[in-house]
């Protein structure tokens, strides 16, 4: 009897432990870039199949991977993007009349995204417009960015001040799943504001200020659980060894239980661990869905595994994700592309070697920089009057390169996908000087 007494008594002490065990599933990307149709070249990506092409990211896959994971998991689940989702592909010269990206991104289930520099390449109002046909044309996942400041005296930034108002973008924002109350807030750090040449009059205030203020606000909501989306980053300094301005917030800022960083596009195979809070990213594009596994007991958070998922051709991605894709893609064919005299999937060029320019590495001897100067030669001295005697290009601007394999419209695109013009043209206008 003592022994049945005794087993009875672990069996309800086991029992009434577990049943204060909470798990928490983060799956979070960051730096996506509208990289809808995956990582190049286009004309070889195939989601709906398996084993069948080389190309990583997509997000009919990314959605696949979202639904497969909700099923597994038990407890709660949330998905999150930490910036930079959009620009960086053809798919972004209609966003401000669609709003096509965010609203995609709900149906595939995302929780929430923060504002990272990018989303700044058209200016405040471009980016307010941008928002406005989102929320226009269906749901779209909760905005955050919790340090910007406005002008008072600037009208430029008031349309997406008035989204503040409207609170359909939020600095903070609190969410209830299984009796957790978890708190969610963005933050955009110092080197991404130098980065968002086009925010003003739109002005960003200090992060750690900030972030002890959002934090001590969350904390009087009675939040279990606090995440900052910081559109920060991290690096290794010469000692091998992480810094950055997301190791700083993890450091200076009691309270935060998660870190989701972006910006740098560094891919974390495992969370830097910064007392006791895990910083956490997955390097750029879409190749990798990261998974943070949380265990919440009477008010602590503990770390129970990280992985990063790979977003490959091993993945048979969501057809009804894929089909709205391959709806859009009409559009912008008709739109964009026709009025060029192209379309979307005809071939352009080929290439059986590797073409780019590494802004980091040997650049000066890239085969890409002199490719596009060339080209930007001959189209001037072919469609203007004036002509000119030499081209040049920055580094900074080209942000792909061409993978062997045949090229699409889209696929060259990527390579300078930036930038707007005062025309209907997307991408950087191009310049003219005399000396």
């Not at 993890?250 to 809070?277: C, D």
Request: aromatic share 8%; proline share 4%; charged share 20%.
């Amino acid at each position: 009897m003592k022994i049945s007494f005794s087993l009875f008594l672990f069996v309800v002490f086991y029992m009434s432990v577990a049943a204060q065990d909470q798990k928490i599933t983060i799956l979070h990307t960051n730096d996506l870039h509208s990289r809808l149709t995956g990582y190049a070249p286009e004309s070889s990506y195939t989601p709906l199949t398996v084993n069948d092409d080389g190309t990583v990211g997509g997000f009919a896959r990314i959605s696949s991977i979202i639904n497969t994971e909700k099923e597994k998991n038990n407890g709660t689940t949330l998905i999150l993007d930490g910036g930079n989702f959009l620009m960086g592909t053809i798919f972004q010269s209609l966003e401000v009349q669609t709003g096509f990206q965010l609203q995609l991104m709900k149906k595939m289930g995302y929780d929430a995204v923060c504002l990272g520099n990018h989303e700044f390449d058209y200016g405040p109002d471009m980016l307010a417009g941008i928002v406005n046909s989102s929320v226009r044309g269906g749901s779209v996942p909760a905005i955050l960015m919790g340090n910007a400041e406005f002008s008072e005296k600037d009208e430029k930034d008031d349309q997406l001040e008035n989204l503040f108002s409207e609170k359909i973008i939020s600095r903070m924002l609190i969410l209830e799943r299984n009796g957790l109350k978890i708190g969610l807030f963005s933050l955009l750090g110092k080197v991404a504001d130098e980065n968002a040449a086009f925010a003003s009059p739109v002005t960003f205030s200090k992060q750690i200020p900030v972030a002890r203020k959002i934090v001590k606000e969350l904390k009087s909501e009675k939040c279990d659980l606090i995440i900052c989306l910081s559109h920060s980053g991290v690096v290794k300094n010469s000692q091998g060894l992480w810094e950055g301005e997301d190791v700083e917030l993890a450091k200076k800022v009691k309270g935060i239980n998660v870190i989701i960083s972006g910006h740098t596009h560094t891919r974390l195979t495992e969370p830097i661990m910064i007392e006791g809070v895990p910083v956490v990213q997955t390097g750029e594009y879409g190749q990798f869905v990261g998974k943070l596994v949380l265990t919440y007991n009477k008010g602590i958070v503990s770390v129970d595994n990280y992985s990063l998922i790979p977003v490959d051709d091993m993945v048979s991605g969501d057809t009804a994700i894929h089909r709205l894709i391959e709806e859009q893609k009409k559009v912008i064919e008709l739109r964009v592309l026709d009025p060029l005299g192209m379309d979307y999937t005809k071939p352009v060029a080929e290439t059986d070697f590797l073409i780019e320019c590494n802004e980091y590495g040997d650049f000066k001897g890239s085969n890409l920089g002199p490719m596009v100067a060339d080209a930007i030669h001959k189209y001037v001295n072919k469609h203007n009057s004036k002509g000119t005697d030499v081209s040049m290009v920055a580094v900074g601007v080209i942000r792909d390169r061409i993978v062997p394999g045949i090229q699409s419209a889209p696929d060259i695109f990527r390579i300078m996908s930036m930038g707007t013009g005062k025309d209907s043209v997307p991408g950087y206008p191009l310049s003219r000087g005399e000396v």
